[in-house]
DNA sequence: CGAAACGTTGAATGGTTTCAACAAGAGTGG
DNA sequence: CCACTCTTGTTGAAACCATTCAACGTTTCG
């Protein structure tokens, strides 16, 4: 019996290895746990510790961590698919937070549930830790942008791996794709201040490459953008897949 | 039979897990196919696929991503007992580069290697993912840093993490170590100019904190220079390891 | 209706870069 | 052995990108 309806985290580690039922059946069940968080109410807290991992099947989360002087910093989003806090599963210090942008589904995995998948399914084990080698390639990514291009190199590069990331499960196309984050968020992600983030949007609008807006990305001339940002997802090895 | 002399990642890894004899044996084992690489050629190029990874024996290394424009941020340094492109094991691209700094001495190890590890020494297979999510964990704080912390604070944090990971290795102490970097190197891996890094390291200097001079970094105020950078090695987790 | 969150814009400030020049040491070839 | 170059370190002055401060508009929501 295979489930109606592949969960995201099925559907981006499909782009990686065919799975046999028996191993899309364990993925599946790795969905049992299933916890429900609302916007406002953080998931792990920086400094906790020993927490379980989780695997985001709806809504949208960023990882964080905060500085002493207030600011901070967004490591990461996670959409659906992604895993959540599985770094913490060995370290021992869980290194930053997890706060929820929107409403979110997820399910909880537990240490010992993992250890058995990667004991019995070798290959689902593969799947898994070559998601983790991606997230790791996506946060070099993103510190090289930090380190080394300016502002608006930096946004529409931002803007194209987020498209990127979200056609892998459905969410995006080369049009655009609903992009529920603030303009704050963008900043903390970006290393810049919200008022600069507001001026380079506003940029790329009037250059004709991106519209942010309501909620929305719309690529105008992604070609251009592409071109602007230098833009190679090889780093995100989803080599057949939808986008270029 | 015990090795006299334990290879720096044996010593890296049991500050994590206690082995045992046979599974000492198999990370000793796992140095077999040594190379040596000399300085100024690299040892992969960035884009290059499939490549295997290195476990860092002696010297120092670094990893970094070249921009279209020139520059380059390096993304991290490996040291004696780092591994080095565990990533592109499973990713099908390389997506960066490794620069030897000094003369280096490494041992190959081939995926084939790895997968017979984590099949019948799940321990050390354990070991192996914690290094891995400790790596993770320095790049996320080097992203953090960048992105949020002004070049005084960064440097003062870069050099006492670096100094945390070499005293786990036998390399360093709380005085100080020996650190072959360049201003160059430090100025490519902190997103700033090496002119900048220049001035911030002589500002360290003149306020008393430490002092990076001819090859080795000494710190002469190390309280005052973790209380200012808020250097916190929670991250590192090297629980009851030799610096605080 | 008032408050809160988000977005927008201008002006002043500032941290960092760039450009330029020079010093010192290491290595190289004539 | 000396001149030469290359690498690394050092410092000043000007230019610039991005931040901060401040103000205001809009929408949402209780």
Known sequence: MTPAKPSPLTR???????????ELGVLERLHQRRKFFGVGRDIVHQGQSAQAAYILSKGWVCSYKLQPDGTRQIVD??????????RSVLLRTSDHSFEPIVDVEAAEVLTSDLLEVFVHTPRVATAILWAASRDEAMVVEHLVGIGRRGADIRMAHFLLELGSRLALVGMGSKEGYDCPLTQYHLAD????????????????????????????????????LVELADYDPAYLDQAGALLK
Do not use: I, M, W, Y
């Open 77 to 86: 989003f996670q959409v659906p698919g992604d895993f959540l806090g599985l």
């Open 189 to 224: 992600a970006l290393g810049l201040s919200a008022v600069h983030v507001n001026r380079v949007l506003r940029q790329l609008r009037e250059r004709g490459l991106v519209t942010f807006r309501d909620g929305h990305v719309t690529f105008q001339d992604r070609a251009g």
């Open 12 to 22: 981006k580690l499909s782009a990686f290895v065919a799975l046999s039922e028996v």
